[in-house]
C-alpha cells in the first residue's frame, strides 16, 4: 500500500537577512524528505514545465511529473535572522491544474491515502477533488493553497494575500484531516465536514481539533536557522503516524518534534 503525495514543485529564492539561495521548494518536495525517512512506500505527483527539479528529491524514482506549461515560483524573505517566523512571500501564481485527466494512468493501484499540497486555487480543480474521494481512502490536505490569491505586483511576480472562497466547503466536505494556521483558521471558521483540523501556530504549539480539541505543545528549538517548508515537514510527520498508529494525539507530538528538528538546518528533514 502506498500514500500518494500530490501537488507543484517549485523554483524558490530563499532570502535570510543580506544571504541570497536558490532552492528547489514545493510542500510535496520538503515533505518527500520525511516520508522517505519515516514511511517508505509513497509516491510524490508533482506538476511543472521542468523536469530536472525532480533530481533534487531523496528518491527520484519515487517522483511521477505531470508535465505542464509553467513552474510555481516562490520568493520567500526573511528580513530579521533573529525572528524567522516573519516571512514575505512572493509568487506566480502559475495555472497548470492538476485533472483527473492527468491521474487517472499514474496512480498506483494499492492507496493507502492521498496527501493534497495546493500552492494556489488553481492546482485542484473541483472535479480533480472528488476524483480522489471516490477512491474511500484517508485525505490529508493543506488548506493554505486554496485561500491564496494575488495581490501588489512586483517585477512580473504578485504578493501573497489570503480570502476564503465559497466553494472551500464542497471542497473540504469527506476530508479526514486537513491543516493550517492559526491565521488561516481565523479566516475560514472552524464549520467544515472533516474528521479533524490541524492547527499550527509556530513557537507557540498546535492544536488538533475533532470530537475534542488536543493542545500539542511546541519543542523548543536551541537554534532556527530556516523555518521554510517546517509547516510541510509537521503535516508530513503527523501523516506517518497518525496512518501508522490512527492517534491523533501521537502524531502532533511526532510532528512537533520532527517540525522543530528540521528549523535547525538549512533545506528539507535531515535526520542526521
Given at each position: 500500500?502506498?500514500l ?7 523554483k524558490?529564492?530563499?532570502r535570510?537577512?543580506g ?10 518536495y520538503?515533505?518527500?524528505f520525511?516520508?522517505e ?14 523536469e ?7 528518491d527520484?524514482s ?7 506549461d509553467?513552474?510555481h ?13 516573519i ?5 506566480n ?19 493507502d491515502?492521498f ?5 494556489n486555487r488553481?492546482?485542484?480543480?473541483a ?11 484517508p485525505?490529508?490536505l ?7 490569491i ?16 465559497e466553494?472551500l466547503?464542497s ?10 494556521d ?6 475560514i471558521?472552524?464549520?467544515?465536514d ?7 501556530n509556530?513557537s507557540?504549539?498546535s492544536?488538533?481539533?475533532g470530537?475534542?480539541?488536543?493542545k500539542?505543545e ?7 536557522v530556516?523555518?521554510t517548508?517546517?509547516?510541510d515537514?509537521?503535516?508530513a510527520?503527523?501523516v506517518t503516524q ?12 511526532f510532528a512537533?518534534?520532527?517540525a ?7 533545506g ?5
Open positions: 500500500m502506498t500518494v503525495i500530490i501537488g507543484p514543485v517549485t524558490d529564492i530563499i535570510i537577512g544571504d541570497e539561495s536558490n532552492k528547489v521548494g514545493g510542500a510535496t520538503y515533505q518527500s520525511v516520508f525517512e519515516f514511511y517508505n512506500d509513497y509516491l510524490a505527483i508533482v506538476n511543472c514545465s521542468d530536472s527539479l525532480v533530481k533534487d528529491f531523496p527520484a519515487k517522483v511521477k511529473v505531470i508535465r505542464k509553467d513552474t515560483f516562490f520568493i520567500n524573505d526573511y528580513p530579521n535572522p533573529d525572528d524567522l517566523n516571512r514575505h512571500q512572493l509568487s501564481f502559475a495555472r497548470i491544474p492538476i485533472l483527473k485527466s492527468d491521474l487517472e494512468d499514474i496512480l498506483p493501484e494499492n492507496i491515502g496527501v493534497l499540497n495546493p500552492l488553481y492546482d485542484f480543480p472535479g480533480t477533488i472528488e476524483y480522489l474521494k471516490s477512491f474511500d481512502v485525505i490529508f493543506s488548506v493554505q493553497g486554496f485561500l491564496r494575488p495581490s501588489d505586483e512586483v517585477n512580473g511576480n504578485y504578493t501573497i494575500k489570503l480570502s476564503n472562497f466553494g466547503s471542497v473540504l466536505s469527506g476530508v479526514n484531516s486537513i491543516f493550517l492559526e491565521a488561516e483558521a481565523n479566516i471558521g472552524m464549520d467544515y472533516v474528521d479533524e483540523m490541524v492547527i499550527t509556530g507557540h504549539g492544536r488538533i481539533v470530537d475534542s480539541e488536543i500539542i511546541a519543542v523548543k528549538c536551541d537554534n532556527p530556516d523555518t517548508g517546517c509547516g515537514t509537521y503535516m510527520a503527523y497518525k496512518s501508522l498508529f490512527k492517534s491523533s494525539e501521537i502524531a502532533g507530538n512537533s518534534s520532527i522543530s528538528e528540521k528549523i535547525e538546518s538549512f528539507p528533514y535531515n535526520k542526521n
